[in-house]
Nanobody
Framework: QVQLVESGGGLVQAGGSLRLSCAASGRALSSYTMGWFRQAPGKEREFVATQSWRGGSTRYADSVKGRFTISRDNFKNTVYLQMNNLKPEDTAVYYC??????????????????WGQGTQVTVSS
């Protein structure tokens, strides 16, 4: 079992930055492909970013490419999402997710086994 706890959300003006953290316990994240997803009010959950358990491969949603960066610190057992140049349309609850290394990288939320409780990000215009 993997327990995931997100933090770092908040209210920020458009153009600002936030760094989300996802701290894991129970297992070493070095063996897990990690993903970030988000869900805005009235919308379905959508993929944001993913990083392979191998650490090298990443993939981003087109809407965040060039602005968001996923990274991990295996010593701290934590995954991060650095979000720059935030836009009002980035407003959502952000979730981190983990799947054991069956998948190198995956953008499909249904393939993730473990989820955090989410952290709210609000971007004002």
């Amino acid at each position: 079992q993997v327990q995931l706890v997100e933090s770092g959300g908040g209210l920020v003006q458009a153009g600002g930055s936030l760094r989300l953290s996802c701290a894991a316990s129970g297992r070493a994240l070095s063996s897990y492909t990690m993903g970030w997803f988000r869900q805005a009010p009235g919308k379905e959950r959508e993929f944001v970013a993913t990083q392979s358990w191998r650490g090298g491969s990443t993939r981003y949603a087109d809407s965040v490419k060039g602005r968001f960066t996923i990274s991990r610190d295996n010593f701290k057992n934590t995954v991060y999402l650095q979000m720059n140049n935030l836009k009002p349309e980035d407003t959502a609850v952000y979730y981190c997710a983990a799947v054991f290394r069956d998948y190198d990288i995956t953008t499909d939320g249904r393939q993730y086994d473990y989820w955090g409780q989410g952290t709210q990000v609000t971007v004002s215009s």
